[in-house]
């Protein structure tokens, strides 16, 4: 592990806005092994010993899409942070604007289930984009589509769509924890600001 | 280095939710035994997790995969205070069962019957689905689940409110946040990264 372990400050305590001596504080620190290893799963996904199959700028940007999918303002800015430019950005958003959706939808394999079936959009960024994206990123972002919205409609070709525009297995897989991860870290910052909010009102 | 996925035809998929143990297969290769230096065994956290096809291909990527593990660990079975497994694991189900993990849900079902001992009551929360009537504490973990789980996220006041009444505290309501958020990390990659398998 580097040496930023210890000096980053807290990601899921800096954007829940839990302060040092506060009962959200409190809490957090009856699971320490959970909140000092949500915090190593941010810098092993966006301060990486070693980049490995995925560049740092590639995780930001990713990271800056999935924020936006998930209408979380704060952390769309915290994850711009480590974009190439301002023009990278308007990009992105521009993106997220069109890959709005509602989740979770999609299908379950053929039987009892097919009732609960809920169709909805697949998404591919737009020919404009295209060419600024690049092939990777065009593709990691149609993949992080898939699983923020609707990951019961994966497949094999998914995968194999990331294969062809160049994502490696490995890279394919740090990109799935990444997008993952961020599901988990928006929940987590979400839940907690919200029950912060009723501790304040004198719960 | 692969270049294409790995097919499995004619393979049997669960089409229902259940208690049942399934196997699952990978879409990828996980990294063969051999090739396992320290960082992937540390990443692995416990060495028999290097049996297990999900865990040998999460692998490839081992800091996050530890890290992972170790989150995952401290949210279910950190037992000083705070939610009962039990519920933890209902919130781990009611998760699964709303995205659709048939996997996740199979697993976690399992362990909030066992935890629980209220098996009817999993039972009709796999056949069911998130709107089944289970009593006011469950409705309420469930629900709470639910919301974390959309996307959007629509966990607000209302949720605190309702769990508030069922007898939750601060630090109880804190565990069915992180249960449920935590699955929404599990599920993701279960679903993504191959399919489960009957038997």
């Known amino acids: 592990m580097t040496a930023s372990v210890t000096d980053a400050p807290d990601v899921i305590d800096l954007l829940a806005?839990?302060?040092?001596?506060?009962?959200?504080?409190?809490?957090?620190?009856?699971?320490?092994?959970?909140?000092?290893?949500a915090q190593a799963s941010f810098l092993a996904l966006f301060q990486p010993a070693d980049e490995g199959d995925?560049?740092?700028?590639?995780?930001?940007?990713?990271?800056?899409?999935?924020?936006?999918?998930h209408r979380q303002p704060d952390l769309v800015a915290f994850y711009a942070k480590g974009l190439a430019?301002?023009?990278?950005?308007?990009?992105?958003?521009?993106?997220?604007?069109?890959?709005?959706?509602?989740?979770?939808?999609?299908?379950?394999?053929?039987g009892p289930l097919s009732a609960e079936d809920q169709p909805g959009p697949a998404f591919l960024v737009s020919e404009a984009s295209l060419p600024a994206l690049g092939p990777r990123l065009s593709a990691a972002f149609a993949h992080a589509h898939l699983l923020v919205f609707h990951p019961r409609d994966a497949a094999p070709g998914?995968?194999?769509?990331?294969?062809?525009?160049?994502?490696?297995?490995?890279?394919?897989?740090?990109?799935?924890?990444?997008?993952?991860?961020?599901?988990?870290?928006?929940?987590?910052?979400?839940?907690?600001?919200?029950l912060a909010a009723t501790l304040a009102g004198g719960a | 280095m692969a270049e294409t996925v790995i097919a499995y035809p004619g393979h049997a998929e669960p089409s229902a939710f259940t208690r049942a143990e399934l196997d699952w297969l990978p879409w990828l290769p996980p990294l063969p035994a051999e090739d396992l230096t320290d960082r992937h065994w540390a990443g692995l956290v416990d060495a028999a997790r290097a049996k297990s096809a999900y865990f040998m291909l999460l692998a490839r990527d081992p800091d996050i995969l530890g890290a992972r593990t170790r989150t995952d660990k401290d949210i279910f079975y950190n037992t000083s205070g705070g939610l009962p497994r039990a519920e933890?694991?209902?919130?781990?189900?009611?998760?699964?069962?709303?995205?659709?993990?048939?996997?996740?849900?199979?697993?976690?079902?399992?362990?909030a019957a066992h935890h629980s001992k209220r098996e009817a009551d999993i039972d009709r929360l796999?056949?069911?689905?998130?709107?089944?009537?289970?009593?006011?504490?469950?409705?309420?973990?469930?629900?709470?689940?639910?919301?974390?789980?959309?996307?959007?996220?629509?966990?607000?006041?209302?949720?605190?409110?309702?769990?508030?009444?069922?007898?939750?505290?601060?630090?109880?309501?804190?565990?069915?946040?992180?249960a449920a958020a935590?699955?929404?990390?599990?599920?993701?990659?279960?679903?993504?990264?191959?399919?489960?398998?009957?038997?």
Do not use: K
């Open chain 1, 17 to 37: 806005g839990v302060s040092p001596g506060s009962p959200l504080d409190a809490i957090r620190a009856e699971r320490p092994q959970a909140r000092q290893n």
């Open chain 1, 54 to 69: 995925a560049t740092r700028a590639e995780r930001y940007a990713v990271a800056t899409f999935v924020a936006g999918l």
């Open chain 1, 85 to 110: 430019d301002a023009g990278q950005e308007r990009l992105i958003a521009a993106e997220i604007a069109r890959a709005a959706a509602h989740g979770p939808y999609g299908h379950y394999p053929a």
């Open chain 1, 158 to 194: 998914a995968l194999q769509n990331l294969l062809d525009a160049g994502w490696s297995a490995t890279g394919i897989v740090t990109l799935s924890q990444l997008v993952s991860f961020l599901a988990f870290q928006i929940r987590v910052v979400a839940g907690l600001r919200t």
């Open chain 2, 88 to 111: 933890r694991e209902l919130a781990a189900t009611a998760a699964s069962r709303f995205n659709g993990c048939i996997y996740c849900a199979s697993v976690h079902a399992r362990f």
């Open chain 2, 126 to 178: 796999l056949a069911l689905g998130v709107g089944a009537d289970l009593d006011a504490r469950w409705n309420a973990i469930v629900a709470a689940s639910v919301a974390l789980s959309e996307t959007p996220v629509t966990f607000g006041p209302a949720h605190v409110a309702a769990l508030r009444a069922a007898g939750l505290d601060a630090l109880q309501i804190a565990d069915v946040i992180h």
């Open chain 2, 182 to 199: 935590f699955f929404n990390w599990a599920n993701r990659l279960m679903l993504t990264l191959g399919v489960p398998s009957v038997g």
